[in-house]
C-alpha cells in the first residue's frame, strides 16, 4: 500500500462557488443543514455570494472547515485513508477532524469561534514575499521586535506578520522578487495575536479532545503525534505560532509517504509540494468531479505526477 499525506489547505484557497457542486450529494446536504443550525447562515449561500463577503475570516474559515470535512467523509465512504495528515493554519482542524480528534460539530464550533476572535483582531499586517535570501531575512527578523515569520511556506516563500510599521521597515531592509500584502484584518500567527489566543484557550479547554486514529503533524510542530493533549496545546499556540509548513512537508520523504492530496480547494499546498519534493506523487480533491476520480484502488492506477 502507498503510504499517503492527506493535507488541508487554509484561509487564501478559499474560492467562490466552492462546495457549490457537493451540494447535490445527500451526506453532504446533512453536513450543510447541521452547519447551518450551528452558524446561523448558509455554507453554500454565502460560497455563492461573491468574493468581498467569501474573503471575510468570519465567513472563510468556517466555509472551508465545512467544504474540506465534508470531502474527507465522501472520501473515507469511497474507502480511502490517509497515513498521515496535515493542514495549513486553518486546515490543521480538518486534519484533526479526519484523524478523529473530534466530532465534525465540535471542530466547526471551535471554528466559529477562532474566526470570530481573529475577524476583530487590527492593528496587524501581513505580507507575503517571495525571491529573498533567506539568511538575510532571517537577521532583519531578528533584529525587527515587530515582525515575525508567520508563515514559512518554503524556501522561497514566507509571510510576514507584524505592526504595520514593523513590517515595513523590514521590507525596506529585504530584497525581494515580489511582496503582496495580504487581505487580513490583523497580524495573524504573531505575537500580536496574544489576546485572542488567551481568549481561544478557554473554548479549547471546555473542548473534548480524543487521541488522534492518524498522526497529526502541526503548524508549530511538525512531528508527528496522536496524543490529544499534545495536539490541544498544538492548537493554542497555533494563534501566535508560525505556521512552519517547509518543515511539514520535509518529514513526508522522512516518514516513508510517497503520495500527497490535497483535499479542499486550489492546489496551493500541491504546489508548494512540487517544488520542494517533486518525486512525491501529488493529487487534488476539491470538487464532486475529482471525487468520481476516487474510486476504490483505482485511484493508484490514475495517480501521476501533476
Known sequence: ????????????????DMGVDLSQIPAAQAKFEKAKQILGWSIVNVCQSGEDKL???????????????ILVDLLKDRGHQPQFVAGHSLGEYVALYAAGVFDFETGLRLVKRRAELMEMADGGKMVAIMGFKREQLEAEVEKNPNVVIANDNSATQVVISG???GVDALLSQVKTRRAVALKVSGAFHSPLMAEAAQQFQAVLDA?????????????????????????????????????????IMAQFPELGVEKAIEVGPGQV????????????????????????????SEVEKELVLA
Open 1 to 16: 500500500m502507498i503510504q499517503t499525506a492527506w493535507v488541508f489547505p487554509g484561509q487564501g484557497s478559499q474560492t467562490v
Open 55 to 69: 474573503s471575510h475570516t468570519l465567513y472563510t474559515q468556517p466555509c472551508l472547515y465545512v467544504i474540506e470535512s
Open 163 to 165: 505592526t504595520p510599521e
Open 207 to 247: 473542548a473534548a479532545f480524543a487521541d488522534a486514529s492518524i498522526p497529526v503533524l502541526s503548524n508549530v510542530n511538525p512531528c508527528p503525534t496522536t496524543d490529544a493533549s499534545e495536539l490541544k496545546d498544538r492548537l493554542v499556540q497555533q494563534m501566535t505560532g508560525s505556521v512552519r509548513w517547509q518543515e
Open 269 to 296: 499546498l500541491s504546489g508548494l509540494l512540487k517544488r520542494a519534493h517533486s518525486s512525491l506523487l501529488r493529487d487534488n480533491v476539491g470538487t464532486a468531479s475529482d471525487l468520481d476520480r476516487f474510486v476504490g
